[in-house]
């Protein structure tokens, strides 16, 4: 009979192509994995892996046994989690993915709050680049995902509410001339050496738009630098590198913010930060408890100073 358990294994395994990463998530031996895939491929006579050198692949067999393996696990852990909440108890395993800044400054604040309402509950969280993260959640590797942007027209599996405002802010170091005027027209951000976010990112986004407005292109800016994370962009900030657009959740978050906030005449740029959740099978007892506890929250409950947090249903 086949082991719900073993199955969970084999669909880590698919995911990251490579059985000593999987035994890692797993907290398992890389041994152990192996033998459970073995064991898998005895039972169903076929091989799940194919193996070049080093690198390993799916199979023909392997990947038709993946959707039909997630539907299984799904369903013993929805079994579990029900007959848990007979005795009234909540627990289970949720996974939540989301971009860089959500990652670090939004998602502890929730993660803890539901923590705190739901102990027994394992939660994971993904911190991965922002179309990766709502891959994830549309192939159904995480329940829900904060992202700057809503995909309901790419995803049939997920659906997107707003969640919080962000707004995005100008930062230039202590000693620019910008932080002695105390603000600046659009027509001098030509003037400054920018350190900008990659294009994929949401920042990137939300900045190209808001310039669009006041009939500027990103394109006009002179790029210094391009740099992963609003931290990096704010730390070379205040080594005097250059001037950057980054989320205020950030600025709000530093210790020792020694850089001055530019405002820019006509310019408002705000970050929509929304949340996904699947929707292509049935919840557990525990999604369904996260998902109640975010339409519960109040205006500014999980924002940081300038931020907003919304309530919706």
């Known amino acids: 009979m086949l082991d719900a358990h073993q ?59 993946v959707p039909l393996a997630r539907e299984m696990v799904t369903q013993s852990v929805h079994i579990e989690e029900e007959m848990a909440s007979l005795n009234g108890e909540v627990f289970g395993h949720l996974k939540v993915g989301c971009s860089t800044t959500p990652g670090k400054y939004v998602l502890p604040q929730l993660l803890a709050r539901f923590h705190n309402q739901y102990p027994l509950v394992k939660v994971t969280c993904q911190v991965a680049p922002q179309a990766k993260s709502i891959e994830m959640l549309c192939d159904g590797l995480v329940h829900f995902a904060l992202s700057s942007h809503s995909h309901g027209q790419s995803c049939a599996n997920a659906k997107f509410r707003l969640f919080m405002k962000d707004p995005v802010v100008l930062i230039a170091p202590l000693d620019h001339p910008w932080a002695k005027q105390g603000s600046i027209t659009p027509t001098e951000l030509l003037d400054a050496n920018f350190i900008l976010r990659e294009e994929e990112s949401g920042t990137f986004a939300t900045v190209r738009d808001a310039l669009s407005t006041v009939n500027f292109s990103i394109r006009d800016l002179n790029t210094l630098l391009t740099l992963g994370n609003a931290e990096a962009i704010s730390l070379a900030v205040q080594e005097g590198l250059g001037v950057g657009f980054v989320s205020n959740t950030v600025v709000a978050g530093m210790r020792q913010p020694d850089i001055a906030v530019i405002p820019v005449h006509g310019l408002n740029i705000c970050r929509d930060i929304y949340i996904g959740r699947h929707v292509g099978r049935s919840t557990t007892v525990a999604q369904t408890a996260f998902w109640k506890m975010i339409k519960n929250l109040q205006p500014a409950s999980i ?10 249903e």
């Open 7 to 65: 199955l969970n294994i084999f669909l880590i395994a698919a995911e990251t192509l490579n059985f000593t990463q999987a035994a890692q998530i797993l907290h398992m031996s890389q041994p152990s994995v192996s033998q459970h895939i073995k064991s898998l491929e005895q039972h169903f006579d076929m091989p799940l892996f194919e193996r070049t050198g080093r690198q390993i692949h799916l199979s023909d067999a392997g990947e038709a046994l």
């Open 303 to 312: 924002s940081g100073p300038g931020s907003k947090a919304l309530v919706f």
